[in-house]
Nanobody
Framework: QVQLAESGGGLVQAGGSLRLSCAAS????????MGWFRQAPGKERRFVAA????????YYAGSVKGRFIISRDNAENTVYLQMNSLKPEDTADYYC???????????????????WGQGTQVTVSS
């Protein structure tokens, strides 16, 4: 049974940093894309960043590019999201997701992801 467990959320002041972790278990993720999405209250879930497990290719939403860094540790089966220069508009629940990656596909599509974690809350105060 695939499980994705997020951790690392919390309250931080604007300009600060947080690192989210996603511990993945239940299968091998070779050939998968691992994504981070976020959902603010009353809004739809939106793409943040993704990384292909095998080759480490990264993708970012424009709103976080240059501030967030996604990475993975194959040995630990863990995906990280380093969030720097945080802004109040980054406040949301952050979700880790896993889905099969096909060459040419865009990992920003929610429908690509079969497995989802429960989420971790990030609050950025001004």
């Amino acid at each position: 049974q695939v499980q994705l467990a997020e951790s690392g959320g919390g309250l931080v002041q604007a300009g600060g940093s947080l690192r989210l972790s996603c511990a993945a278990s239940g299968r091998t993720f070779s050939g998968y894309s691992m994504g981070w999405f976020r959902q603010a209250p009353g809004k739809e879930r939106r793409f943040v960043a993704a990384i292909t497990w095998s080759s480490g290719i990264t993708y970012y939403a424009g709103s976080v590019k240059g501030r967030f860094i996604i990475s993975r540790d194959n040995a630990e089966n863990t995906v990280y999201l380093q969030m720097n220069s945080l802004k109040p508009e980054d406040t949301a629940d952050y979700y880790c997701a896993a889905g099969l990656y096909y060459a040419g596909s865009y990992p920003g599509e929610k429908g690509m992801y079969r497995y989802w974690g429960q989420g971790t809350q990030v609050t950025v105060s001004s």
